[in-house]
């Protein structure tokens, strides 16, 4: 029974569309193929589907390449002249742009304003002025956010210096030498008056308590020069940490 003659349109049913682009498909393909074994020939096909999809056949020994130059060779035609001069022009513009940016960088500087009019120096003028507004209010910006930084802090190391100030205060009550010590027991005492304590801050958040040593009196003269004359002078402040 012979095969009834299909008619040549387009398939409306999305589904018979595919399958039989998918079998037409692999026939061409197998076509180009077999072109190129038995008959030695240069192949390419590239093909994309109704969904977008691309396949492609190119013949082993050569690449799309050379048969597009071969191509062009062929017919005296040059494919990409087009897209060159389009390239070219857009290259243009972009000279052109940075040009003109490179002449306002100038000109916002003080330089290249010969050839200006007045109507272009005073809008020169507006944009500068318009500028430096915006830069000053920036400006303030950032300075009102460091000084609301810098309160924060003071705010907090005065909470903990009101905090030791109160622990200081509850501990001396408790033992009236805290905070006290003995700098090596020559001819002071804790209780001798040679020392006397200050509470203070080493860095930002290092509460300590300063140790002063004060004037020796005259009784103590002669028995401090003795000593003196084999050991250094002891550092006229000594610090304690008050929290570790």
Same mark, same amino acid.
């Given at each position: 029974?012979? @095969?009834?003659?299909?008619?040549?349109?387009?398939?409306?049913?999305?589904? &018979? @569309?595919?399958?039989?682009?998918?079998? @037409?498909? &692999?026939?061409?393909?197998?076509?180009? =193929?077999?072109?190129?074994?038995?008959?030695d020939a240069k192949v390419s096909i590239i093909m994309f589907s109704s969904t977008?999809?691309?396949? *492609?056949?190119? /013949?082993?020994?050569?690449?799309?390449?050379?048969?597009?130059?071969?191509?062009?060779?062929?017919?005296?035609?040059?494919?990409?002249?087009?897209?060159?001069? #389009?390239?070219?022009?857009?290259?243009?513009?972009?000279?052109?742009?940075?040009?003109?940016?490179? #002449?306002?960088? @100038?000109?916002?500087?003080? *330089?290249?304003?010969?050839?200006? /009019?007045? !109507? !272009?120096?005073?809008?020169?003028?507006?944009?500068?002025? /318009? %500028?430096? #507004?915006?830069?000053? !209010? #920036?400006?303030?910006?950032?300075?009102?956010?460091?000084? !609301?930084?810098?309160?924060?802090?003071?705010?907090?190391?005065?909470?903990?210096?009101?905090?030791?100030?109160?622990?200081?205060?509850?501990?001396?009550?408790?033992? $009236?030498?805290?905070?006290?010590?003995? &700098?090596?027991?020559?001819?002071?005492?804790?209780?001798?008056?040679?020392?006397?304590?200050?509470?203070?801050?080493?860095?930002?958040?290092?509460?300590?308590?300063? %140790?002063?040593?004060?004037?020796? =009196?005259?009784?103590?003269?002669n028995h401090l020069n003795n000593i003196h004359l084999h050991h250094p002078p002891? /550092?006229?402040? +000594? +610090?304690? $940490?008050?929290?570790?």
């Amino acid at each position: 029974m012979a @095969r009834g003659k299909i008619q040549i349109k387009r398939i409306e049913n999305p589904t &018979n @569309r595919q399958v039989t682009y998918s079998k @037409r498909r &692999n026939g061409l393909l197998k076509k180009a =193929n077999e072109l190129t074994v038995l008959c030695d020939a240069k192949v390419s096909i590239i093909m994309f589907s109704s969904t977008g999809k691309l396949h *492609e056949y190119i /013949s082993p020994a050569t690449s799309t390449k050379e048969l597009f130059d071969q191509y062009q060779k062929t017919l005296g035609v040059d494919l990409w002249i087009t897209h060159y001069e #389009r390239m070219q022009d857009n290259l243009k513009k972009l000279k052109d742009i940075n040009r003109n940016l490179r #002449r306002q960088i @100038r000109q916002r500087m003080g *330089e290249c304003m010969n050839d200006l /009019s007045f !109507e !272009e120096l005073r809008c020169l003028e507006q944009d500068m002025d /318009s %500028a430096v #507004r915006i830069i000053r !209010e #920036r400006k303030y910006r950032v300075i009102s956010n460091q000084i !609301e930084t810098h309160k924060k802090k003071l705010k907090s190391v005065g909470e903990i210096h009101k905090s030791l100030l109160q622990e200081f205060d509850i501990a001396t009550e408790e033992d $009236p030498h805290y905070g006290l010590v003995d &700098n090596g027991g020559v001819g002071v005492g804790i209780g001798g008056g040679d020392y006397e304590s200050i509470m203070g801050f080493s860095g930002a958040a290092h509460p300590r308590i300063f %140790a002063l040593r004060l004037q020796p =009196n005259h009784t103590h003269n002669n028995h401090l020069n003795n000593i003196h004359l084999h050991h250094p002078p002891p /550092s006229d402040l +000594t +610090t304690y $940490p008050l929290l570790e």
